[in-house]
């Protein structure tokens, strides 16, 4: 008996020294795993709020780390940032060239239209003066030199009177004939 019991203590030392090294073998892949999770979800998520819970969900060993590889971003943020830098300067090409799209729908719009045609929105305003269309950030007409926001200046050749309309509208008694009334 005290033979058979000197095998199997001995077996059990080995056996508990081969468990205490697969423990301690998994907690350093555990803890590796966790920090993996910290610094690959930084290169790809943005707000701190999330990346302290995809650090936290990782402390489940294992698990947590499995279910942050399949719900991660599928790109890293300077991926995104190069894409988008690239898509500007693309989109700078195309308006050189005289291709134009509207900010709000993505249409093919023309430098000079006051609307798109596509969803009616406003894209550029008239010159009050000479009814060019202008740009949202110039600070005055760079076809007539006329302040924007101004009212148009005083002398001004006597506007001929249409027939029935007395009430002058703005925007277009300055260019008769030109866009019509929408
Ligand atoms: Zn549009
Ligand atoms: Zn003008």
New binding site residues.
Partial sequence: MVYLAGIFGIKNNTISLVVDLVILFLVVIWLSLVYWTYADARRRIADPMLIGCATAASLFPFVGTIVYMIVRPPEYLDDVRERELEMQAAEARLAEVGYHLCPHCDYEVEKDFLRCPNCMRKLKDP??????P?DPSWKI??????EIGAVPSAPRRPRRRREGSEQPVAGTAADPGGLPPT
């Fill in positions: 010159c009050k003066t000479c009814g060019r202008l007409c760079p076809f007539c030199e006329a």
